[in-house]
């Protein structure tokens, strides 16, 4: 079978979520959603467009829909703020651009964007991340606007509890986005507003190239959702990367195997994979993980439950 001629797959975090968990209704929501971030993304791509583009689309999409972690709809921290995080990547030259800490963007995967393309550096943080976002004129908004009473509840319910570092149980609602283009280009992006009740300026593993985010036209591209601390322990993305360009390892496989070597270091989660022929491919250690992809061959699949791997 000829391959597509460009790809595109996106998640919208991996967690404890089930058929008996989410009502059908929810489900319907969670669905429309991954769709609609899923035609933003493609419609780049069916235009001849960049796969850069294509992922930054389809990520601020997610980014402002209050259904997940990322942008509007952010977790809290155990303080009661919220602090984006996001990265993404060029598999064409390796050029990359990141941020954390950032509390007033709307879109955190465009301030990333430009720090890659208009900054010397690949990484930004807090308060200097937000004099670069206004330099470059990325949209701001007050940060009641990303507040959404379910988190709000899922804080209150955290706090609760007591005794825990941070809320690690329940779902990882980072959102990512991988494509490959027409012309034969990777790009990566993710966007995450980490886990409920963090403290101490926390990051995770999104915004860290490598480990959350990772594109090389070389080998693959992935975006990863998770126990943050293991992943950037593993090195998840730049490992299944790796595998593949080394070792000639299939994209399934890859994934497989590095999630593999999460769990047995005690965590979960899930990525999202591309591979330099166009080729798709998730897998995941948790119930579920909300998922999208399409091509130009025709293909377009929508899931948030099982099976835990699909090439």
Known sequence: ?????????IHGGAGAMTPETLTPEEQARYE?????????????LAEGGLALDAVEAAVTALEDDPLFNAGRGAVFTYA?????????????TRDAGAIAGVGQVRHPVRLARAVMEHSPHVFLAGQGAEEFAAEQDIAAVDPAWFATPERRRQLEEFKARKGAW?????????????????????AAATSTGGLTGKRWNRIGDSPVIGAGTYADNRSGAVSATGAGELFIRVGVAHEICARMRLTGAGLQDAADAVLAEVAALGGKGGVIVAAPDGATAFAFTTPGMHRARADGAGL????????????
């Open 300 to 311: 377009r699949e929508i899931a948030i439950f099982g099976p835990r791997s699909g090439a």
């Open 1 to 9: 079978m000829a391959a597509p001629q460009w790809s595109l797959a």
């Open 80 to 92: 009661g703020a919220i602090e984006h995080d996001a990265a993404i990547m060029d598999g064409s």
């Open 32 to 44: 429309a959603a991954l769709g609609l971030a899923l035609d933003a993304g493609t419609r780049v």
């Open 166 to 186: 941070f809320d690690s149980d329940i779902k990882y609602g980072t959102v990512g986005a991988v494509a490959r283009d027409s012309h034969g280009n990777l």
